[in-house]
């Protein structure tokens, strides 16, 4: 017989070991580890328990998940509050950035509006490339600035080394919120961008009602 049909007739008949219980003992195998010879059901339960820490590894992991998520979404609905109550469109900017900078410690910021007009930075002139780029796609951009042109919104800042782009949209799109980090993994470009999108849509909606 080969190990293979072995392996099948056990597989098929899980009563032989009912049948023939002093095997469990008696047949001897070798230790995962330090390769010392056990009966089959020490073997069984060393694995077991092997897949009980991995279960527990993975359980932790998504405890911890689990809690970044929460305060994330705290922060988030903080955030939300922060935009919804500013009367004016400075105060609204300027909720913004503080909210960005304190609660989610996103040093640089740039934003481009160019729905109305107002006389504020984030009014200034984009290219119509810049509003193709922002019309066209439907996730924020992280790792690397999509478009050259932003790089000149951060007011002669230089020092940050990964971003996220995030398109603002409502009926039509309305501008771009540009984030900045010096830590080069803090964006990269297969993160997570579910609440980058959700931050977008809130901005887009808070916009909406003081846009000129």
């Given at each position: 017989m080969q190990t293979e049909d072995i392996a099948r007739y056990l597989a098929g008949h899980?009563?032989?070991?009912?049948?023939?219980p002093h095997l469990l003992t008696d047949i001897r195998v070798s230790h995962p580890f330090d390769g010392r010879a056990v009966s089959i059901a020490e073997r069984q339960i060393l694995n077991l328990r092997e897949k009980y820490k991995l279960l527990e590894t993975k359980l932790?992991?998504?405890i911890e998940f689990g809690e970044e998520n929460d305060a994330i979404s705290e922060k988030m609905h903080h955030l939300a509050q922060?935009?919804?109550?500013?009367?004016?469109?400075p105060t609204l900017l300027q909720v913004l950035k503080l909210n960005l900078h304190d609660d989610f410690g996103i040093p640089h910021t740039a934003l481009r509006i160019w729905q109305g007009t107002a006389a504020l930075p984030e009014f200034a002139a984009v290219s119509e490339a810049a509003k193709d780029w922002a019309a066209?796609?439907?996730?924020p951009h992280c790792g690397t600035l999509p478009m050259e042109e932003m790089a000149d919104w951060f007011a002669g800042d230089s020092h940050s080394r990964s971003f996220a782009a995030v398109p603002l949209k409502a009926e039509h799109s309305i501008g771009v919120l540009v984030l900045g980090s010096e830590d080069a993994q803090r964006f990269y470009p297969k993160m997570g961008t579910l609440y980058l999108q959700r931050l977008g849509e809130l901005l887009a909606a808070a916009l909406q009602r003081l846009l000129p």
């Open positions: 899980p009563e032989f070991f009912d049948q023939h932790a992991e998504l922060a935009l919804m109550s500013a009367r004016e469109l066209q796609t439907s996730q």
